[in-house]
Protein backbone atom coordinates (compact mmCIF):
# COMPACT_ATOMS: atom_id res chain seq x y z
CA UNK A 1 0.00 0.00 0.00
CA UNK A 2 1.45 3.22 -0.92
CA UNK A 3 -0.11 5.19 2.00
CA UNK A 4 1.28 8.88 0.24
CA UNK A 5 -0.13 8.42 -2.83
CA UNK A 6 -3.43 7.74 -0.84
CA UNK A 7 -2.51 10.80 1.36
CA UNK A 8 -2.45 13.09 -1.77
CA UNK A 9 -5.46 11.14 -3.60
CA UNK A 10 -7.70 12.18 -0.36
CA UNK A 11 -5.95 15.54 -0.40
CA UNK A 12 -7.05 16.12 -4.04
CA UNK A 13 -9.90 14.51 -3.61
CA UNK A 14 -11.47 16.91 -0.92
CA UNK A 15 -10.40 19.56 -2.45
CA UNK A 16 -12.18 19.27 -5.66
CA UNK A 17 -15.36 18.56 -4.34
CA UNK A 18 -15.07 21.67 -1.59
CA UNK A 19 -14.01 23.67 -4.52
CA UNK A 20 -16.46 26.10 -5.58
CA UNK A 21 -18.43 23.82 -8.86
CA UNK A 22 -21.85 22.84 -9.36
CA UNK A 23 -22.06 19.97 -7.44
CA UNK A 24 -21.18 21.85 -4.34
CA UNK A 25 -23.89 24.80 -5.46
CA UNK A 26 -26.28 22.65 -5.99
CA UNK A 27 -26.21 21.32 -2.74
CA UNK A 28 -25.53 24.37 -0.86
CA UNK A 29 -28.42 26.12 -2.42
CA UNK A 30 -30.62 22.87 -1.96
CA UNK A 31 -29.71 22.96 1.56
CA UNK A 32 -30.37 26.51 1.48
CA UNK A 33 -33.93 26.52 0.43
CA UNK A 34 -35.01 23.04 0.94
CA UNK A 35 -33.02 21.73 4.23
CA UNK A 36 -31.64 18.54 5.10
CA UNK A 37 -33.77 16.03 2.93
CA UNK A 38 -33.81 17.43 -0.34
CA UNK A 39 -29.76 18.30 0.24
CA UNK A 40 -29.09 14.47 1.37
CA UNK A 41 -31.23 13.36 -1.76
CA UNK A 42 -29.08 15.35 -3.90
CA UNK A 43 -25.67 14.14 -2.60
CA UNK A 44 -26.94 10.91 -3.33
CA UNK A 45 -27.58 11.46 -7.17
CA UNK A 46 -24.12 13.55 -7.32
CA UNK A 47 -22.77 10.65 -6.22
CA UNK A 48 -24.58 7.86 -8.11
CA UNK A 49 -23.73 10.00 -10.68
CA UNK A 50 -19.52 10.10 -9.79
CA UNK A 51 -19.53 5.90 -9.51
CA UNK A 52 -20.94 6.12 -13.33
CA UNK A 53 -18.06 8.00 -14.45
CA UNK A 54 -15.65 5.80 -11.78
CA UNK A 55 -17.24 3.24 -13.94
CA UNK A 56 -16.00 4.45 -17.24
CA UNK A 57 -12.97 5.85 -16.32
CA UNK A 58 -12.31 1.97 -15.33
CA UNK A 59 -13.40 0.50 -18.40
CA UNK A 60 -11.22 2.93 -20.25
CA UNK A 61 -8.32 2.46 -18.07
CA UNK A 62 -8.31 -1.16 -18.58
CA UNK A 63 -8.91 -1.20 -22.11
CA UNK A 64 -12.63 -1.95 -22.38
CA UNK A 65 -14.05 1.11 -23.68
CA UNK A 66 -12.30 4.04 -25.45
CA UNK A 67 -14.07 7.78 -25.57
CA UNK A 68 -13.85 9.53 -28.64
CA UNK A 69 -12.41 13.10 -28.20
CA UNK A 70 -15.15 14.49 -30.15
CA UNK A 71 -18.07 12.58 -28.53
CA UNK A 72 -16.06 13.64 -25.17
CA UNK A 73 -16.18 17.51 -25.96
CA UNK A 74 -19.88 17.01 -26.76
CA UNK A 75 -21.01 15.57 -23.79
CA UNK A 76 -18.77 18.54 -21.86
CA UNK A 77 -20.87 21.10 -23.79
CA UNK A 78 -24.35 19.59 -23.23
CA UNK A 79 -23.37 19.60 -19.33
CA UNK A 80 -22.34 22.82 -19.80
CA UNK A 81 -25.65 24.16 -20.79
CA UNK A 82 -27.63 22.25 -18.30
CA UNK A 83 -25.29 24.04 -15.70
CA UNK A 84 -26.01 27.22 -17.49
CA UNK A 85 -29.72 26.73 -17.39
CA UNK A 86 -29.79 26.22 -13.66
CA UNK A 87 -27.79 29.60 -12.84
CA UNK A 88 -30.39 30.92 -15.29
CA UNK A 89 -33.76 29.51 -13.09
CA UNK A 90 -31.10 30.41 -9.44
CA UNK A 91 -31.30 34.20 -10.30
CA UNK A 92 -34.56 34.13 -11.57
CA UNK A 93 -36.23 32.78 -8.53
CA UNK A 94 -34.56 35.51 -6.31
CA UNK A 95 -34.63 38.72 -9.41
CA UNK A 96 -37.95 40.95 -8.72
CA UNK A 97 -38.99 43.63 -11.52
CA UNK A 98 -38.25 46.40 -9.03
CA UNK A 99 -34.91 45.06 -8.58
CA UNK A 100 -35.70 43.75 -5.01
CA UNK A 101 -35.12 40.20 -3.90
CA UNK A 102 -37.53 37.91 -2.94
CA UNK A 103 -37.57 33.78 -2.93
CA UNK A 104 -40.28 32.48 -4.89
CA UNK A 105 -41.54 29.21 -5.26
CA UNK A 106 -38.88 26.80 -7.16
CA UNK A 107 -38.10 22.84 -7.76
CA UNK A 108 -36.92 21.46 -4.51
CA UNK A 109 -33.81 19.93 -6.61
CA UNK A 110 -33.61 16.26 -4.72
CA UNK A 111 -31.76 13.07 -6.41
CA UNK A 112 -32.65 14.07 -9.83
CA UNK A 113 -31.09 17.14 -10.51
CA UNK A 114 -27.93 16.05 -8.11
CA UNK A 115 -27.54 12.93 -10.71
CA UNK A 116 -27.89 14.94 -13.71
CA UNK A 117 -25.16 17.98 -12.16
CA UNK A 118 -23.16 15.07 -11.71
CA UNK A 119 -23.08 13.48 -14.76
CA UNK A 120 -22.87 17.15 -16.41
CA UNK A 121 -19.78 19.13 -14.52
CA UNK A 122 -16.95 19.07 -16.56
CA UNK A 123 -14.87 18.87 -13.45
CA UNK A 124 -15.89 15.74 -12.28
CA UNK A 125 -15.89 14.31 -15.94
CA UNK A 126 -12.04 15.51 -16.06
CA UNK A 127 -11.01 13.98 -12.95
CA UNK A 128 -12.79 10.63 -13.56
CA UNK A 129 -11.27 10.37 -16.94
CA UNK A 130 -8.28 12.06 -17.31
CA UNK A 131 -6.70 12.31 -12.99
CA UNK A 132 -8.45 9.20 -11.76
CA UNK A 133 -6.14 6.88 -13.17
CA UNK A 134 -2.70 8.42 -12.02
CA UNK A 135 -3.59 7.02 -8.47
CA UNK A 136 -4.04 3.84 -9.73
CA UNK A 137 -0.73 2.72 -8.24
CA UNK A 138 -1.68 3.15 -4.52
CA UNK A 139 -2.27 -0.95 -3.94
CA UNK A 140 -0.11 -3.62 -6.30
CA UNK A 141 -3.24 -4.76 -7.16
CA UNK A 142 -5.46 -3.27 -9.54
CA UNK A 143 -8.48 -4.42 -8.45
CA UNK A 144 -8.07 -3.98 -4.86
CA UNK A 145 -6.63 -0.17 -5.62
CA UNK A 146 -9.58 0.79 -7.35
CA UNK A 147 -11.77 -0.49 -4.88
CA UNK A 148 -9.92 1.18 -2.35
CA UNK A 149 -10.31 4.42 -4.34
CA UNK A 150 -13.66 4.59 -5.05
CA UNK A 151 -14.53 3.53 -1.70
CA UNK A 152 -12.40 6.59 -0.51
CA UNK A 153 -14.33 9.02 -2.99
CA UNK A 154 -17.97 7.71 -2.01
CA UNK A 155 -16.54 8.47 1.84
CA UNK A 156 -15.43 11.56 1.26
CA UNK A 157 -18.20 12.74 -1.26
CA UNK A 158 -20.60 12.13 1.59
CA UNK A 159 -18.65 13.22 4.40
CA UNK A 160 -17.25 16.89 2.30
CA UNK A 161 -20.75 17.76 0.57
CA UNK A 162 -22.88 17.18 4.31
CA UNK A 163 -20.11 19.53 5.83
CA UNK A 164 -20.61 21.98 3.26
CA UNK A 165 -24.49 21.75 3.55
CA UNK A 166 -24.11 22.39 7.37
CA UNK A 167 -22.02 25.57 6.83
CA UNK A 168 -24.56 26.88 4.18
CA UNK A 169 -27.62 26.02 6.53
CA UNK A 170 -26.16 28.49 8.92
CA UNK A 171 -26.49 31.32 6.87
CA UNK A 172 -30.22 30.14 5.98
CA UNK A 173 -31.50 32.85 8.38
CA UNK A 174 -29.04 35.26 7.32
CA UNK A 175 -29.55 38.83 5.54
CA UNK A 176 -27.21 38.08 3.49
CA UNK A 177 -29.29 34.87 2.13
CA UNK A 178 -30.46 35.94 -0.86
CA UNK A 179 -27.12 37.41 -2.05
CA UNK A 180 -25.62 33.93 -1.53
CA UNK A 181 -27.90 32.85 -3.68
CA UNK A 182 -27.50 35.16 -6.73
CA UNK A 183 -23.87 34.59 -6.31
CA UNK A 184 -24.46 30.79 -6.83
CA UNK A 185 -26.55 31.53 -9.58
CA UNK A 186 -23.29 33.52 -11.15
CA UNK A 187 -21.05 31.11 -10.13
CA UNK A 188 -22.80 28.30 -12.23
CA UNK A 189 -23.25 30.58 -15.36
CA UNK A 190 -19.74 31.62 -14.87
CA UNK A 191 -18.37 27.66 -14.91
CA UNK A 192 -21.03 27.11 -17.80
CA UNK A 193 -19.23 30.00 -19.93
CA UNK A 194 -15.83 28.81 -19.18
CA UNK A 195 -16.65 24.98 -19.93
CA UNK A 196 -18.27 26.00 -23.06
CA UNK A 197 -15.60 28.00 -23.93
CA UNK A 198 -12.72 24.91 -23.45
CA UNK A 199 -15.26 22.24 -24.91
CA UNK A 200 -16.16 24.16 -28.05
CA UNK A 201 -12.47 25.11 -28.64
CA UNK A 202 -11.77 21.78 -28.89
CA UNK A 203 -13.03 21.88 -32.29
CA UNK A 204 -11.07 24.68 -33.50
CA UNK A 205 -7.92 22.97 -32.58
Same mark, same amino acid.
Given at each position: @? $? ?16 ? %???? @???? #??? /? ?8 ? &?? *? ?15 ? #??? /???? !? &? ?6 ? =? ?6 ? /? ?8 ? +?? @?? =???? @????? $? ?13 ? %? ?8 FFPQFIG????? &? ?5 ? *?GTWILLD??TLLIIYK?? &? ?11 ? !? ?7 ? *??? +? ?5 ? /?????
Amino acid at each position: @M $DFLELGLYIITVITMIAS %PGPV @MLLV #AST /GLKHGYKAAF &NT *IVGTNLASLILISISVL #ALK /GIFS !I &NENVYATI =RIIGCLYI /GYLGIEILKE +YF @ME =RGTL @MPLKT $DQGGFKKGLLVGLSN %PKDIIFFVSFFPQFIGVHTDI &NLSLTIL *IGTWILLDFTTLLIIYKAF &NTLSQSKIYPVIM !ILCGVLFLG *IAV +YGLYTAI /GHFFN
